[in-house]
């Protein structure tokens, strides 16, 4: 048993830093995005690279809206190419920040 807890102990730690690095992209493209001068309900492409498969592009981008916790939500994306501007896009990326929203105050969040 204590050999058990002590390897997964030795895992955990092995495995937490490369974890933590997962959201790098994330973290220093939030760093330059400043939402006080993004409109409020926009999506805002932070990259996009090419896939393996032809029409596929991988994108990470932010949706910026009061509504959202904190104020932005970041997704990461594969499939075909999106348009910010798209009202259904824009639409279902408000539910989903609405979503969280509710979820996070049922939870006891403030």
């Known amino acids: ?14 495995f937490l830093p490369i974890a933590s690095f997962a959201d790098v992209g994330f973290r220093n ?5 400043n939402i006080a001068d993004i409109p409020n309900g926009s999506i805002v492409v932070l990259s996009k690279e090419t ?8 994108e990470r981008y932010a949706y910026v809206d009061r509504s959202c ?5 970041f997704v990461d994306r594969y499939g075909t190419p ?16 609405e979503d969280s929203r509710y979820r996070h105050l049922e939870d006891g969040g403030d």
Do not use: W, Y
Request: proline fraction near 6%.
């Open 1 to 14: 048993m204590i050999t058990k807890v002590a390897v997964f102990s030795v895992l955990s730690f092995l």
């Open 82 to 97: 999106i348009d910010p501007k798209n009202p259904s896009m824009l639409a279902s990326e408000r539910a989903q920040c």
């Open 69 to 73: 916790i904190g104020g932005v939500q």
């Open 29 to 33: 493209s939030s760093e330059k995005l």
């Open 51 to 58: 896939s393996t498969t032809p029409g596929f592009v991988h």
